[in-house]
Nanobody, 126 residues
Framework: RVQLVESGGGSVQTGGSLRLSCVYSGFSNHNYCIGWFREDTDKNREGVAA???????NYVDSVKGRFTISEDNAKNTIYLQMNNLKLEDAATYYCAAVEAAYCMSGVPHHLAMDYWGKGTLVTIFS
């Protein structure tokens, strides 16, 4: 069973940085699409960034140039480095994954993901 555990959320001033981590386990083989999603206080959920095991990396337009997703295979961990944070980045951030050969259509729709972590809260203050 796939398990995802996020950490690294917190409170930061606009323009600041945070790094989120997601430790994963339980994939039946080394084929998956995994990424970060966020949900605001209105329960709107969107994909932020995703990568897959064939090397594709994609971002939603609003975070391009500010956020970086990466993976450390030795630690079974993916990261989301968030720089130049804006008020609109405030949300609960979730790590999510699906066992698949690759991510379909860039950052996948959240309904395409089968496994979810419990989330980590990011708050931004001005």
């Amino acid at each position: 069973r796939v398990q995802l555990v996020e950490s690294g959320g917190g409170s930061v001033q606009t323009g600041g940085s945070l790094r989120l981590s997601c430790v994963y386990s339980g994939f039946s083989n080394h084929n998956y699409c995994i990424g970060w999603f966020r949900e605001d206080t209105d329960k709107n959920r969107e994909g932020v960034a995703a990568l897959d095991t064939v090397g594709s990396i994609n971002y939603v337009d609003s975070v391009k140039g500010r956020f970086t997703i990466s993976e450390d295979n030795a630690k079974n961990t993916i990261y989301l480095q968030m720089n130049n944070l804006k008020l609109e980045d405030a949300a609960t951030y979730y790590c999510a994954a699906v066992e698949a050969a690759y991510c379909m259509s860039g950052v996948p729709h959240h309904l395409a993901m089968d496994y979810w972590g419990k989330g980590t809260l990011v708050t931004i203050f001005s």
